[in-house]
Every structure is written in structure tokens, then in C-alpha cells.
């Protein structure tokens, strides 16, 4: 498209650069093209047919994970779908391939599901909660910089599972646990007593005390692992995001959280 020539311009521009420098800014063109608009991950998830869609989790995905979208990555979810049926399933990973298009696709299913692997979608076939399964797929591709635990989703499964890979997971990655509802149901796994230390949801309440363990007044007290390698934590509807990163944060509770002397000696009399 021409240069759009206003009156203005003409009065004030071209008396000043000379007829030859006007007709080479009279020639350009724009050449700031719009950037192509680029499918949403909900609507990437329609096309493919996965029932992440309609948990609502694609929105969240598209959150916490669109900046990744031209990075070369490696995304390992755990649950390829389609259940025991012979030919179904994959429809997560080829929503993540296209959504990913510099990304490595990895998948994990109890079945058999290698009908689902294609150019730069890998399938693999073992339990979850297989630490040599897992710490081979990792050696395979990793590093890995998103894991998607939506395999079984009984809360033993998925706390081994975490045990296993979240230590594994590239430092500054993604590790998202979905279906967390079934924390709350016994046939799966959970239980009835939201105080049950043994569910998912009580592992990532753990994880959040874990999260601000710089501000813990326990004498002598040594974080964990995860206290010192998580640096975000985001829960939604059924599904929660954990960021990876160095926690070591500020405090202040030499300050002003501790007791002060006065108040120790008080409460000690």
C-alpha cells in the first residue's frame, strides 16, 4: 500500500527534501504486515477432540503456557486418552504439536497407544508410577520443560508420579496435575476427610507451606527438595500449575516475625 500523502505533507515535507527524496517516500510501502493470528489452544482442542476443552483446562493452558508457543520444548503428558480402546486416544498430543510447532511430544499410556505416534509425537507404554519407565523416557528426550500428569489420577498415582518426575523437570519448567477432584472421591482413591494427609490436594497444600518455607520460625528447620525448587503455585478448578525455579526468597522475619525477647521471656514464665 502507497504512502498515504496528506496536504500537510506536502506543504511542510517536500519543500524540505527535494523532489527526488519525495518521490522515494511517495514509492514506500508498508512493510509492517500484520501478525497472522494464531488459533487459541481451546479452539486447537475442538478441532482435535480432547475433553480438555470442556473441563475448561485449554483456557488455563493458554495462560501459563502461550509464551512457550515458539520454543523449542519437550511437553511428556501422561495419559494419551481413549481408555483400553483399541484405536482411540492422542488427541491431547496432536492439539499440543500444532499448538507447539518447535515442540517435542511425548506420551505415556498403561496401553498400548503407539498408533498415535507420528513426527515429533513419541509414545510410550508403561505405569506412571514405573520410576525406571519414567527416568528412561526422561533420559530419552529430556530435558523436559512441561510434564502434564493426566493418567489415572488416583491420588497414590499421582503423588509417586510427582515424587519421581518433578525433580526431573527442566529448571524454569511447567508441571500441571489435572483431575485433582478425585482428592474428594474414595472410589478413587481419595477420601471423604478433606484433612486426609494422603490425597492430592493434600500434597499441594503441602507444597504451598512449602512454598514460603523462608518464613518458617522453626529452630533448626532443613527445606526440602520441593520447598527449594518451587516458585509458583496455581490452583484452578480440578487442575494445578507448579512453576520450577530456585526459592530461596527474601525474608523478614529476623525483624519483625520473630518474638521479641520481652515476649519470649513472658511466655516462658
Known amino acids: 500500500m502507497p504512502l498515504t500523502v496528506r496536504p500537510w505533507l506536502v506543504r511542510t515535507v517536500k519543500p524540505r527534501v527535494g523532489d527526488r527524496t519525495w518521490a522515494r517516500l511517495r514509492a514506500l510501502r508498508w512493510r509492517a504486515d500484520p501478525a497472522p493470528v494464531r488459533e487459541t489452544l481451546t479452539n486447537l482442542g475442538r478441532r482435535y477432540g480432547t475433553d480438555k476443552v470442556r473441563h475448561g483446562y ?7 503456557l502461550e509464551h512457550l508457543r515458539d520454543a523449542e ?8 486418552g481413549g481408555a483400553r480402546r483399541r484405536g ?7 492439539m499440543w504439536k500444532e499448538y507447539f510447532p518447535r515442540a517435542q511430544v511425548v506420551g505415556l499410556d498403561i496401553a498400548d497407544k503407539s498408533f498415535v505416534a507420528e513426527p515429533r509425537i513419541h509414545v510410550h507404554q508403561g505405569d506412571q508410577t514405573d520410576r525406571g519407565v519414567l527416568e528412561r523416557i526422561v533420559a530419552e528426550h529430556g530435558p523436559i520443560h512441561v510434564v502434564i500428569d493426566d493418567g489415572s489420577h488416583r491420588p497414590e ?3 509417586a508420579t510427582f515424587a519421581v518426575l518433578f525433580p526431573l523437570l527442566a529448571d524454569g519448567g511447567t508441571y500441571v496435575i489435572e483431575d485433582t477432584q478425585t482428592s474428594y472421591w474414595p472410589r478413587w482413591g481419595g477420601s471423604e476427610d478433606r484433612s486426609d494427609p494422603d490425597t492430592t490436594m493434600a500434597l499441594v497444600k503441602d507444597l504451598v507451606d512449602g512454598l514460603n518455607w523462608v518464613e518458617f520460625l522453626d529452630e533448626g528447620y532443613q527445606p526440602t527438595y520441593t520447598d527449594l525448587n518451587i516458585t509458583g503455585i496455581h490452583a484452578y478448578h480440578n487442575v494445578v500449575i507448579l512453576e520450577k525455579g530456585h526459592n530461596r526468597g527474601w525474608t523478614n522475619k529476623e525483624r519483625i516475625g520473630r518474638p521479641k525477647r520481652r515476649d519470649r521471656d513472658q511466655s516462658n514464665s
Open 58 to 64: 485449554t483456557v488455563v493452558y493458554d495462560r501459563h
Open 157 to 159: 498415582h499421582v503423588r
Open 73 to 80: 520444548i519437550t511437553l511428556f503428558e501422561i495419559g494419551i
Open 88 to 94: 482411540e486416544g492422542g488427541a491431547s498430543l496432536r
